[in-house]
């Protein structure tokens, strides 16, 4: 029986159902998984709470993965590619729920999982998936602790919850398999940043990555005021707080987005607060021609707009047309109508003409500084495609040199934290371009108080 997509969704699916098939769907190599889940929750009518627990399991259960599966090996007898893939996800999420997700009490999550086979037609499976969760619930213990360990599995905010059993690498004797299974990233990863940071880095990166990452929202100011947006959350019971770029919200809760106020008029766009500082620093002014050449899906597009006051013109380009389209989509939301999308040939040999007045450079890259958030870039992304994107993000650079008029700004940007996508790229084409001078530049570190990422604006000189 072939299980994957999203077709069996209908109107009696409930959290977990929806959240396996996310998972089904997200074995595909390039899904998404906001795609996926976004199209999920809107062919379902799940109350409320129900969307948040489908979100929370999709996302957890592929945030964790690794670690997931570290427990598994140890209470199932079959490696797991001799476990179809449905049934191996189904006891992800089964474990998630045990050992990761606190609040939902065992007994529950033990039952309502093992109730997901015969929902899907195959009781069958049931009698496999009970065993395989009692026998991880066993493992499992109800003590925490503040220190890393080989039974010692990390939650959240630095806490670990003990096992009845040593189920990881030791992390003294092996740090960085310690790192690799216990924080759910890929060997060669962890490898990378145990020689570039000390033991407590490494750990503290782990911890941002392993739980959701802090929802902000961008007030657009052609639709909203911050001041009036926040007292609307208020009223609303919703806990939020202005954080410090001028149009950033923090929420102190998860919650759908399409659910809070102003979602449908315009008033926010989801943002990060470290990736508000990248439009910010371009600041183009009022009136003026922007190239955005990494524009998928928008945020930063429309960003831009919004600090031109939705005068001028900003030519969003990318290669992806089916991502490009969510460009167009969140535009209109915010009532934007200086955008222009244009898809780019993918092996880059079509661009728009300049000249510009300024141009955004968001370049492809590894997301590092934003694993919680983008959770499959972690399974998906190889140690050679670093030196790879760092080609493509020199190239992207120098072609937005090309098009920007002598005395324009461009700002390069990347959601990474490794040097070589950041820094290393800008040096390299200052080098190669002696009409390009470095104006200013800024790295965000992990967790102070967003994701991690880069960016640095330079002039083109003549």
């Not at 009518?45 to 979100?55: C, E, G, V």
């Not at 990166?205 to 961008?218: H, N, T, V």
């Amino acid at each position: 029986m072939k299980l994957e997509g999203l077709q069996f969704l209908g109107p009696r699916s409930n959290g977990r159902m929806v959240a396996l098939q996310v998972l089904l769907a997200c074995r595909t190599g390039d899904a998404f998984i906001q795609d996926v889940l976004d199209q999920a929750l809107t062919r379902t009518s799940l109350a409320s709470a129900d969307r948040r627990l489908a979100t929370q399991l999709a996302y957890g259960v592929l945030r964790r993965r690794g670690s997931l599966d570290a427990l598994l090996s140890v209470v199932v007898s079959r490696p797991a590619h001799q476990v179809e893939p449905w049934i191996w996800d189904t006891l992800r999420l089964g474990a998630y729920q045990l050992a990761l997700l606190t609040q939902i009490p065992a007994h529950a999550a033990l039952h309502e999982t093992v109730e997901l086979a015969g929902s899907l037609g195959r009781a069958d499976a049931k009698g496999f998936i009970n065993g395989v969760l009692r026998r991880l619930a066993s493992l499992v213990t109800d003590d925490r602790s503040d220190k890393p360990g080989a039974d010692a599995l990390p939650l959240e905010q630095g806490q670990y919850r003990r096992l009845a059993q040593a189920v990881l690498p030791d992390p003294t004797a092996e740090p960085v398999q310690y790192l690799a299974a216990a924080f759910s990233l890929p060997v060669w990863l962890a490898l990378r940043w145990h020689q570039r940071h000390d033991g407590d880095e490494c750990r503290r990166r782990g911890f941002w990555f392993a739980g959701p990452a802090p929802l902000w929202l961008r007030v657009n100011p052609l639709r909203a005021d911050r001041a009036v947006f926040l007292a609307d959350l208020a009223e609303r019971g919703i806990a939020a707080e202005a954080g410090a770029h001028p149009q950033s919200v923090r929420l102190n809760e998860s919650l759908p987005i399409r659910d809070l106020p102003g979602y449908d008029q315009g008033w926010f766009a989801v943002q990060d607060i470290s990736a508000m500082n990248v439009a910010s620093a371009l600041a183009p002014a009022p009136g003026s021609r922007v190239l955005d050449l990494c524009a998928a899906p928008g945020g930063k597009t429309t960003h831009l707009a919004e600090l031109m006051n939705n005068r001028g013109q900003i030519v969003a380009c990318d290669v992806d047309e089916r991502r490009l389209k969510s460009v167009g989509e969140l535009t209109r939301r915010l009532g934007i109508g200086i955008v222009r999308t244009v898809r780019l040939d993918p092996e880059g040999a079509v661009h728009p003409d300049g000249p510009f007045d300024a141009a955004l450079v968001d370049a492809p890259c590894t997301n590092t500084g934003v694993l919680g958030r983008r959770p499959e870039a972690r399974w998906r992304l190889k140690p050679d495609e670093i030196g790879h994107l760092a080609r493509l993000q020199i190239t992207l650079l120098s072609e937005a040199f090309e098009r920007v008029r002598p005395g324009g700004a461009i700002v390069y940007s990347t959601c990474s934290v490794e040097a070589e996508e950041n820094r290393q790229v800008v040096d390299e084409v200052l080098r190669t371009r002696p009409g390009l001078k470095l104006e200013a530049d800024a790295e965000h570190v992990l967790g102070r108080p967003g994701d991690g990422g880069y960016w640095a604006r330079l002039r083109r000189t003549c």
